[in-house]
């Protein structure tokens, strides 16, 4: 049975979760029939989000993200914030299935009053960011979720995603596995807002205190991206639940600090305005393959791209000519 917008409207403003899941899904959608209902919907939503706080939370493989997510979210929940989750796991490149398997591995988190979990697959999106994950947050929030974290698939090339859309950027390593400090790149440092050392437990211990003392030495060196803040590293583990309480005050700091000068109004201005143009790119970029001429004329084109029987600008302006004028002349 279809849901009217109305009825989404209502459910999410209510907190329901059930509607919040399948207004989420509604966004997602690729759907055409559906683009109408979401604008209404979202349009709708708007101006009742926005009061969140948003923290990205990244870091590589086994790392122990959803550990983590897991001992802050139930932390927080127990001290009576209401806590969304939208947990972007990969997409298969041969199935285009995803990976959902963060909501199994926060048992204790998914069964709160209090939480809501979202696995959303990334659908191959530049950085492991949802391409509507911007949206479900706009709907947590206007749900009453007054913490949103958005775990993202891992480190990659295109932090720069995922920090347009948090107000506070966490970034989590792990000593002893080697990446440390060799596979994180000098940018991946720099965006981050605070490096978390996780498992600093057991044996483990002492290679997560020196790691961090070397990480406390990098980050000196490094102009951080935000103004008149200092790249925290904090020594976590999730399993005995120690450095929680510090990560957390951290994250507090970092808000009233970045609130007091009046950077965080002004980043979240400027995310609004990134995300406009990331959404015309989209939409142009459907338009230009969904044009008629284009379509026809793909195939042709590619297979000469692929066999280097044609230039790449040459194959652009013609693709571009068939779009802008309908006119096909220029590839006979």
């Excluded at 899904?25 to 706080?53: D, F, K, M, Y």
């Excluded at 507090?252 to 609130?259: I, P, V």
């Excluded at 040459?314 to 096909?328: H, I, P, S, V, Y």
Aim: proline fraction near 3%.
């Amino acid at each position: 049975m279809a849901i009217a917008a109305d009825d989404y409207i209502r459910g999410v403003l209510a907190g329901d979760r059930t509607l919040l899941a399948r207004a989420i899904t509604l966004i997602e959608s690729n759907s055409p029939r559906h683009t109408e209902q979401a604008r209404q919907v979202l349009e709708a939503l708007l101006p009742h989000s926005g009061q969140a706080l948003r923290i990205g939370i990244t870091g590589v493989p086994g790392v122990g993200k959803s550990t983590f997510i897991e001992a802050l979210g139930m932390k927080l929940c127990e001290a009576g914030h209401r806590v969304a989750v939208l947990a972007v796991d990969p997409t298969s490149s041969l199935s285009g299935g995803s990976i959902l398997g963060d909501k199994t591995r926060m048992e204790n988190l998914s069964r709160h009053e209090h939480s809501f979990i979202r696995p959303s697959p990334s659908g191959g999106a530049w950085g492991g960011v949802g391409r509507k994950s911007r949206e479900s947050v706009l709907l947590c929030e206007a749900a009453g979720y007054d913490i949103v974290l958005v775990e993202t698939v891992g480190v990659g090339q295109s932090e720069t995603l995922v920090h347009s859309m948090v107000d506070c950027f966490v970034v989590l390593m792990l000593a002893g596995a080697g990446d440390e400090l060799q596979g994180m790149k000098k940018g991946i440092i720099e965006l981050a807002d605070l490096l978390v050392m996780t498992k600093a437990d057991g044996e483990n211990r002492l290679r997560a205190e020196q790691a961090a003392g070397d990480l406390r030495m990098v980050v000196r060196l490094l102009a951080s991206i935000t103004p008149g803040w200092e790249t925290r590293v904090v020594l976590t583990s999730s399993l005995q639940g120690l450095g929680i309480d510090e990560l957390w005050q951290s994250v507090l700091d970092y808000q009233e600090q970045t609130r007091a000068s009046g950077f965080f109004v002004e980043k979240r201005r400027r995310q609004n305005g990134e995300w406009l143009k990331a959404l015309v790119g989209e939409e142009l970029n459907r338009m230009f393959f969904e044009h008629p001429a284009v379509q026809r004329r793909w195939p042709e084109t590619l297979l000469l791209v692929e066999q280097g029987k044609l230039p790449l600008l040459t194959a652009l302006q013609r693709l571009k000519t068939a779009f802008n004028t309908g006119d096909e002349s220029s590839f006979s």
